[in-house]
């Protein structure tokens, strides 16, 4: 009886994979033999599932987004409170612990990449701008008189200034000091 192959579990692996070593290496480290080695498979396994380096660069762009987003919305629903889950929403994006700060690593890596490549720039505004919406209708719900669109940008400014802080250096006083500023901006911004 032939395996059964999960295959988009198997491609989540190999994205988690290329985290790692996105994380470790930056994409300048990055290739499919070294993605392979850290999944602990073949090249040939890789190429399978993604056509070349570029295509599963752009895949865990967008795996690395999706993942942090969907965790924030679960968080949310634990809340009752608007404005608690306004600062949940924004706290999730912070490097909190290991897999946060991964996802950090990953993202200053392709921001990085961004400035010079059209591609991967594209590929930022759209998730950016999916955000930025997804916020503003948080922020229109915690802060109904604001300008929601506005200040779900202003947000997110605040929130790539305090985690890059915090990522560079991830001490737990730049992380509490992450999480102070957005704590009080928000509470301003509801009152």
């Known amino acids: 009886m032939p395996k059964i192959v999960d295959h988009e579990t198997r491609r ?3 994205i988690k994979a290329s985290w790692n070593v996105i994380a ?4 300048e480290g990055v290739t499919m033999r070294k993605i392979a080695a850290e999944a602990g498979c073949t090249t040939g396994r890789l190429t399978h599932y993604f056509a070349d380096r570029e295509a599963l660069i752009l895949a865990s762009l967008r795996a690395s987004y999706d993942v942090t987003g969907e ?3 679960e968080t949310m629903a634990k809340n009752a409170s608007t404005q608690e889950k306004l600062l949940q929403f924004v706290e999730e994006m912070l490097p909190a612990d290991d897999e946060r700060l991964r996802e950090w690593k990953v993202w200053i890596a392709f921001w990085g ?5 059209p ?3 594209a590929e930022n505004d759209a998730r950016h ?3 930025a919406s997804e916020l503003a209708e948080y922020v229109g719900d915690a802060a ?10 202003l947000l997110i400014g605040l929130i790539n200034g305090v985690g890059l802080h915090a990522a560079v250096n991830p001490t737990k006083s730049n992380l509490k000091r992450a999480r102070s500023l957005l704590r009080t901006h928000i509470q301003q911004l509801v009152a």
Do not use: C, M, Y
Not at 144 to 153: H, L, Q, V
């Open 71 to 73: 965790r924030a919305r």
């Open 119 to 121: 591609i991967l720039a």
């Open 12 to 14: 989540q692996e190999l």
């Open 24 to 27: 470790a290496e930056g994409l």
């Open 129 to 131: 701008e999916a955000w």
């Open 144 to 153: 109904p008189k604001s300008n929601a669109r506005e200040e779900a940008d």
């Open 113 to 117: 990449a961004a400035t010079v490549d």
